[in-house]
């Protein structure tokens, strides 16, 4: 009875140890199907276990704050971050192996991408690149050759850095924007918003930049930054009929996820303050 008892108890820990497993591998698809804050739970078991592809989409999940709870925090970021610096062999390794799933492949390329450019240490968010960075953005634009054809979160970083550090690639970015943004990446439609607003690799369109910013806010969980564009568009009238009410509702729905420039335009019309309005205007990835 005792060997039965051992056992049952194995098997009940295998079984538990097979559906965390099985829970984690869900994660890549829930990131791809727009689902964030399943994804991330999804990717704990493997967060905690310090695997770095979980490590790769949590960085941007949490970053971004797309899992509808405020960005993280500094320390959060470099927690995740020295996940990846520490798997860089071993990434390095397997980014070309063909037995592991071509997005766990590219997950790898872009994370080193990303270790190239801004090195073993967290970066300071948002990350301040100029032209005098060019050399590193070539190096590291290397690793996304393959992967940045389909795969949104390479073309989110490879438009940042063609935006940031090229200055001379922002219509290939857009298209590269527009391309993420249409396969239902919600990072690259309130990127695509602020292209459109600003007319930054194609002509300006007010209509465009409020549709892609109505995309990426009606999401669930909505994108904080998409949230404060269409509020800007409704404060305006930029692409939508001015409301000062409906602005205010979306200000305050990005607001109340964390985003620190929606808390501004809030606060400045509640106070009926006399500025400009506080947007994004970044490539986010």
Sequence with gaps: MPGFRLMLQLSIAALFLTAGAALAQSGPELFRQGRYREAYAALWPALQAGEPEA???GLIIRRNGLDGRAPARPAEMAALWNILAANQERMNASSDDPSLARDTREAYRTALAQLSFFGPQAPAWPPRVGPEDRPRALAAARHLQAAAHDFTPAMNFLSFLDFNAHRGRQTQAFSRTLKAAEQGDHLAMGNAAWLYREGLG???NN???AHWARRAGDASPGEARGQNELGY?????RGVSRDPEEARNWYR???E???APAKLNLERLESKRDAPPALDNSIRF
Aim: overall charge positive; charged content about 25%.
């Design 207 to 209: 209509l465009r930049a």
């Design 202 to 204: 194609a002509e300006k």
């Design 55 to 57: 490590a790769f989409y």
């Design 233 to 237: 568009c409704y404060e305006s009238g």
């Design 253 to 255: 729905r990005s607001a």
């Design 257 to 259: 996820q964390g985003h």
